[in-house]
Structures are given as C-alpha cells and as structure tokens.
C-alpha cells in the first residue's frame, strides 16, 4: 500500500480543487470569480497531522462504507449480524476509524484541468462489514460544475452508502459563521433523531417548523426559531428527504454566500440529504491561519437515510453482489 499522501490540482478557468489522495479529501475548492476575486469555499487544514488530529470533524473526507449513524453499531445482511466500532458511544459513526476518509487511495486517471479518479480496494471485513468492495471516487470539473462521483461493487452482498464531506463556506472559508448564507432545500420532510442523533425512524412534514427551507431563507431565521429538534442537536444535523422532482436535473439546494453572492445549486440520485451546519466545529486553526469555529461551514451529505439499514420502511443501502452503483452528485457554482 502506498503510504505517502498525494496532492492532486485540478484547474480549469472557473474552479480550481486540491485533493489528496488520503482520505480522498477535497482540500480546497477555489472559486475564480474575476481577477483579485478567488474564493477558497471549503474549510481545511494545510497538512496532514491536523487532518489527524481533527478526524472527528472529517473535513472534506470520502465517507464510506457507510455514511452517518448506525445504531448500537450491529446490522443485519443476508440474516448474518454484523458487529461494527463503536466510535461515538454506542454507535458506529461515518463507518469508525477504519472508514474511507483514513485509507491511502491510488490514483487511477488523472487529468488536470478535466478528472481525477482514485479507487481504493476495502477488504472483506475491514470495518467490520462483509465483502470486497471495489471503490472509487472521481472529481471532475466542468466550467463551473463540479461533480463527485462514487463508484462501487463488492463480491458480497453488503452496505454501500458513501458520500463526501466537505464544509462549505460560500463567503471563503476563512470568513466566520455561515449563518446569514441563504439556504434553499427541495425537502417537504425530514427525520426527527433521538439525543443520540439516530433517526427515531418518523419522516415529519417540514411545514410551519423552521425545518421547512423549500421556499428559502436565511439560514439564521430558522436557527433562531425555537424548536426540540435544534435544540438536541445544537442546530441543523439531520436528514432531509428531497423531494422526488428534485432529484437528479433538478437542484435539490441552492445556497447563496451573503458576502461573495457564489450561489451553489445541488443535484443527486439519491434519497437524502443529511443537512449539518458545523455545529461541532471545534475552535481550531484551520489552512492559511483561518480560525474556525462553531458553524464556521456546512456540509450537504447526499445518501440514503441514516440508519437505513436497520430500518426496514427506508430505502436500502445495501447493494448486492457483482451490482455496481454509481451516486453522484453535482456543484454548480454561480455568481454575478
Ligand atoms: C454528522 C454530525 C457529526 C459530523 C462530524 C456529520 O455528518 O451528521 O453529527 O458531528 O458529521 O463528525
């Protein structure tokens, strides 16, 4: 295994992304905007050891095999149980310490000012779950566009629910708290959790709860409305189902910078998306000196609902043996 991180440019005349290959972390995500006007819109570090030493926050990582919670770490497949790290008390989190965002990826395709593709083999049994599972994840930009493509097939069947975990900080990740970003969600539900942040396994209608984002509005104006929900989880951390005409060429989110004016519009093939607005962010120091903080950015995790697989009324993350999957989802970046 190749043990050394790489660092891997992708440019074109709009974007320009730094990717390394531990982790399959999305480093930095500039946004060239004029002259003088380019905009680093992702929180991260400057090297290796603070990826390390925050890995809680997972900044910018690939998550896999499986994105978010799953309850009291043990699910079932195929009737065989599976006993999985438990990494956040009782509950096994973005997949525990073994996950895709602390494993050495190799570059498969690289062209610079078009993709990168790295692949990473995850044994059987690594993390716990059944399965070799072949994966891959490519960056590709196009103008303004990018997207982020998850590739996999294991020779078992087995949980595949990966998804990307950048925070995002439309004014420049060095700008302080997201919470005057204008936030638009294509979600008319979303899943209440317990105060260990499970979904209880309810889908609750948005409507007259600062849950309901469809229409847009300032980020704040929810956060400040009363509510158990935000309470338990010190803002915005769950998941919210997108509606069915916004997925796929539809965009299911449109976030607007209160500063910059960069509008990111959102688009997948799947189910949800799991909205968190950095209320864990430690204070810390982050790349270029950058202070960050509580909601200093947010993350818009695409995936199936978490702890889908043990909830048999939710969408199933698990793929069968020799099905390939392929979920993508795309940033498009705008500005006037
Ligand atoms: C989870 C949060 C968690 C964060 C960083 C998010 O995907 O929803 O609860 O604190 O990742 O670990």
């Keep these: 295994m190749n043990q050394s991180a790489k660092i891997i440019t992708l440019e074109n005349e709009k974007l320009k992304l730094k990717i390394m290959t531990f982790g ?8 060239k905007m004029g002259e003088n006007k380019h905009y680093d819109v992702v929180l991260g ?37 599976y006993q999985l790290e438990a990494n956040e008390r009782t509950s096994n989190l973005h997949s525990g310490d ?3 965002h602390n494993q050495y990826w190799s570059i498969a395709e690289y062209e610079p000012d078009h993709l990168v593709t790295l692949s990473y083999l995850s044994e059987d049994g690594e993390q716990g779950f059944p399965g070799n599972l072949k994966t891959s994840v490519t960056y590709e930009i196009n103008d303004t566009t990018l997207r982020i493509k998850i590739d996999g ?27 005057n970003h204008y936030v638009s969600l294509k979600a008319l539900s979303y899943q209440p959790v317990d105060q260990a942040l499970i979904p209880t396994g309810h889908v609750e209608s948005v409507m007259g709860t600062p849950f309901d984002l469809f229409e847009g509005r300032q980020l704040k104006t929810s956060l400040q409305q009363p509510h158990d929900q935000l309470e338990i989880a010190n803002g915005f ?9 916004y997925c796929g060429n539809r965009p299911f989110a449109e976030i607007i910078g209160d500063q910059t004016g960069i509008r990111l519009e959102m688009f997948t093939n799947l189910p ?12 810390m120091t982050g790349k270029n000196n950058a202070h960050y903080s509580h909601r ?41």
């Design 98 to 100: 073994n996950g895709f």
């Design 153 to 179: 097939v294991s020779d078992q069947t087995t949980i595949f629910n990966p998804t990307s975990h950048s925070y995002f900080n439309l004014n420049g990740h060095a700008s302080g708290s997201i919470e």
């Design 237 to 245: 951390d769950h998941n919210f189902v997108i509606d069915h005409h």
């Design 272 to 283: 949800g998306v799991q909205f968190y607005t950095g209320n864990g962010i430690p204070e």
């Design 296 to 336: 200093s950015g947010f993350c818009l995790e695409t995936q199936y609902f978490p702890n889908a697989v043990n909830e048999v009324k939710f969408m199933s993350p698990l793929i069968k043996a020799h099905q390939k999957e392929t979920y993508e989802t795309l940033y498009h970046f705008t500005w006037k």
């Design 24 to 31: 399959a972390i999305l480093l930095s995500l500039e946004v």
């Design 45 to 81: 570090h400057d090297n290796l050891e603070n990826y390390l030493r925050y890995s809680d926050t997972y900044f910018g990582a690939i998550i896999g095999r499986n994105a978010n919670r799953i309850k009291d770490a043990r699910l079932t497949i195929e009737n065989q149980e």
